[in-house]
């Protein structure tokens, strides 16, 4: 896969980054969508890839939560119903407005959440994500108009 500075190991490179900060603090979403931004990824299939990862991450929790849990999730069961309804139906609404959002928008649109979760994870502090504010703001800056 080429990018677009033309390097063929740079989505192993974001993957490996990704996997190995999310193994050590649990947080490759942030990296992992700023890498897709940076590799120039479609916005579909950005969401798309977002999304099996979050399922099969979900798949793997949830048995061993259950598992753990159980008797402290069974009273929560109609918070968890309305949840995961609220879940199903967010992502029903979410691809139609996401139909709607021009391609250059979109990737300001993400470069733009992942700022403001960065500085919300990380108030104060040397962030451990290895792509800088300045970084993501160039990369929204950067895509089409």
């Known amino acids: 896969m080429r990018t677009r500075t033309g390097?063929?190991?740079a989505p192993r490179i974001a993957g490996g980054v990704s996997g190995g900060f999310g193994g050590l603090v649990g947080n490759q979403g942030g990296i992992?969508?700023?890498a897709m931004l940076g590799l120039n990824v479609p916005?579909?299939?950005f969401v798309a890839t977002a999304t099996a990862i979050a399922l099969m991450?979900?798949?793997a929790r949830?048995?061993?939560y259950v598992f753990t849990e159980a008797p402290r999730l069974l009273p929560l069961w109609p918070l968890i119903t309305v949840a995961t309804v609220g879940?199903?139906?967010g992502t029903v609404?979410?691809?139609r407005i996401l139909k709607r959002i021009p391609k250059a928008r979109f990737q300001k649109l993400v470069a733009t959440i992942i700022l403001v979760l960065h500085r919300d994870v990380f108030p104060g502090r040397q962030s451990i994500?290895?792509?800088s504010s300045r970084t993501l703001a160039a990369c929204a800056a950067q895509s089409p108009a």
């Open 62 to 64: 949830v048995p061993v």
């Open 129 to 131: 994500v290895p792509y």
């Open 93 to 95: 609404g979410g691809e």
């Open 57 to 59: 991450v979900d798949v």
């Open 7 to 9: 390097e063929l190991g």
């Open 87 to 89: 879940v199903l139906l």
């Open 43 to 45: 916005r579909d299939a």
């Open 32 to 34: 992992r969508s700023a």
